[in-house]
């Protein structure tokens, strides 16, 4: 464990931490490469600033809980990045590789000023709370596994009006899916209602992909699970 306060700053080459708590608690300052890999599962407590790469390697799961971080380009190549910070985590973009997993947590967001692209074998996972969108992003690229959670809590108030949660809103068209969906075992009590994820290519209102309750013939990506 390391005990030190201070800020660190990442200004050419790539810092490479095992530990979650290796950079201490305070401020870090990436403007070229850090890279998490964490050989035990871990939290990071930095908050984050700069707008050099982050990197999320190797098999564990590591979770960011600084409010107010920022990044450049965010790449989750292995194991689980997890966003559990109050608000918004703002990156210039996101891409999960196959096999890799990027959490959100509720209450988490992400605002990118690119692409959130998640790449075939890829999961995201999201546990639904307050805020929509959870993800904002220029224009995003669908496919593996979607999970989603904490809908249950608010099925009753859903059922009455239909209600659909955005998950995602990008500025421009969503021309892709994921290749599933999962609500794990929330679902409904009636035959003629769904839980399912869709794709809405608004006129300018933006393009979305929301999950919630449809009719089940008008369904378009029900549970997959």
Same mark, same amino acid.
């Given at each position: $464990?390391?005990? @030190?306060?201070?800020?660190?700053?990442?200004?050419?080459? !790539?810092?490479?931490?095992?530990?979650?708590? +290796?950079?201490?608690?305070?401020?870090?300052?990436?403007?070229?490469?850090?890279e998490l890999a964490l050989t035990a599962d871990g939290t990071v407590v930095n908050q984050l600033a700069?707008?050099? $790469?982050?990197?999320?390697?190797?098999?564990?799961? %590591?979770?960011?809980?600084? #409010?107010?971080? &920022?990044?450049? +380009?965010?790449?989750?190549?292995?194991?689980?990045?997890?966003? %559990? !910070?109050?608000?918004? *985590?703002? %990156?210039? +973009?996101?891409?999960?590789?196959?096999? +890799?997993? &990027?959490?959100?947590? #509720?209450g988490a967001a992400i605002t990118l000023n690119g692409a959130f692209t998640q790449n075939s074998g890829a999961t995201l996972n999201l546990s639904l709370g307050d805020l929509t969108p959870i993800i904002?992003?220029?224009? %995003?690229?669908?496919?593996?596994?979607?999970?989603?959670?904490?809908?249950?809590?608010?099925? #009753?108030?859903?059922?009455?009006?239909?209600? =659909?949660?955005? /998950?995602?809103?990008?500025? !421009?068209?969503?021309?892709?899916? *994921?290749?599933?969906?999962?609500?794990?075992?929330?679902?409904?009590?009636?035959?003629?209602? /769904?839980?399912?994820? =869709?794709?809405?290519?608004?006129?300018?209102?933006?393009?979305? @992909?929301?999950?919630?309750?449809?009719?089940?013939?008008?369904?378009?990506?029900?549970?997959?699970?």
């Amino acid at each position: $464990n390391n005990g @030190y306060t201070g800020g660190t700053s990442i200004n050419a080459g !790539q810092l490479i931490i095992q530990n979650g708590s +290796a950079l201490g608690s305070g401020r870090v300052t990436n403007n070229s490469f850090l890279e998490l890999a964490l050989t035990a599962d871990g939290t990071v407590v930095n908050q984050l600033a700069g707008t050099g $790469n982050l990197i999320k390697s190797g098999s564990s799961v %590591a979770t960011l809980n600084a #409010a107010g971080s &920022t990044a450049g +380009a965010v790449t989750v190549g292995g194991g689980t990045l997890s966003f %559990a !910070q109050s608000g918004n *985590f703002q %990156a210039a +973009a996101l891409t999960t590789l196959g096999g +890799a997993t &990027t959490d959100l947590r #509720a209450g988490a967001a992400i605002t990118l000023n690119g692409a959130f692209t998640q790449n075939s074998g890829a999961t995201l996972n999201l546990s639904l709370g307050d805020l929509t969108p959870i993800i904002r992003a220029d224009s %995003a690229n669908l496919a593996g596994a979607l999970n989603i959670d904490g809908f249950g809590s608010n099925m #009753a108030r859903a059922s009455a009006a239909l209600i =659909r949660h955005v /998950i995602i809103q990008s500025a !421009q068209v969503i021309n892709s899916d *994921f290749d599933s969906i999962s609500f794990g075992s929330q679902g409904t009590d009636w035959d003629f209602l /769904i839980l399912d994820g =869709r794709v809405d290519n608004g006129i300018g209102v933006g393009h979305t @992909y929301s999950v919630g309750l449809e009719l089940a013939w008008n369904a378009t990506n029900p549970d997959q699970a």
